[in-house]
T-cell receptor, first 111, second 113 residues
Framework: GENVEQHPSTLSVQEGDSAVIKCTYSDSASNYFPWYKQELGKRPQLIIDIRSNVGEKKDQRIAVTLNKTAKHFSLHITETQPEDSAVYFCAAADSNYQLIWGAGTKLIIKP | GAGVSQSPSNKVTEKGKDVELRCDPISGHTALYWYRQSLGQGLEFLIYFQGNSAPDKSGLPSDRFSAERTGGSVSTLTIQRTQQEDSAVYLC???????????FGNGTRLTVT
């Protein structure tokens, strides 16, 4: 079955710098890759997603890239701000459209 | 419109008691998921309902856990004979169809004393 690994588990960046979180997956048939942000004590919320027919998608300061050959996808946050501090989860939809989740990355933005 | 609603928001129960957690998905969403999240941990899949199909129960940790979805809408997660290790936040999510983004509820924080 599908397996998703997420790195790093914790990422600390200076405010204004960029942050990159990477996930790898095992099932080459996976075709949907969302990213969720979970602030402390809150529910996970979708921030961006990408399907396997495109290689990159941007939404303001957030972008996701997908490399199907290498089976990895990454979240890029530019010009980080304090409100970006949260736990970020990646996921991949397997052949049954069931989401398989990464373990999460705690992003800390240092002032 | 209204999002995914879960109740209660907090539940404290004594070890050995049964509990029921409720989820009201977004109207029209055919897919419904239950997850468990322990403090500082990731999302542990429990069970998945899709329309009238048989649910995917592969994530339920033991036979003390069960869930049902009545009329394709409201779902109830039941934990029998609760144990301290059941303490966690139980999150419900729904989506309009398979392969679509999930919308999460605010969760039920369960504490077993």
């Amino acid at each position: 079955g599908e397996n998703v690994e997420q790195h790093p588990s914790t990422l600390s960046v200076q405010e204004g710098d960029s942050a990159v979180i990477k996930c790898t997956y095992s099932d080459s048939a996976s075709n949907y890759f969302p990213w969720y942000k979970q602030e402390l004590g809150k529910r996970p919320q979708l921030i961006i997603d990408i399907r396997s027919n495109v290689g990159e998608k941007k939404d303001q300061r957030i972008a996701v890239t997908l490399n199907k050959t290498a089976k990895h996808f990454s979240l890029h946050i530019t010009e980080t701000q304090p409100e970006d501090s949260a736990v970020y989860f990646c996921a991949a939809a397997d052949s049954n459209y069931q989401l398989i989740w990464g373990a999460g990355t705690k992003l800390i933005i240092k002032p | 419109g209204a999002g995914v609603s879960q109740s209660p928001s907090n539940k404290v129960t004594e070890k050995g008691k049964d509990v029921e957690l409720r989820c009201d998905p977004i109207s029209g969403h055919t897919a419904l998921y239950w997850y468990r999240q322990s403090l500082g941990q990731g999302l542990e899949f429990l069970i998945y309902f899709q329309g009238n199909s048989a649910p995917d129960k592969s994530g339920l940790p033991s036979d003390r856990f069960s869930a049902e979805r009545t009329g394709g809408s409201v779902s109830t997660l039941t934990i029998q004979r609760t144990q301290q290790e059941d303490s966690a936040v139980y999150l419900c999510a729904s989506s309009p169809r398979v392969g679509s983004p999930l919308h999460f509820g605010n969760g039920t924080r369960l504490t077993v004393t």
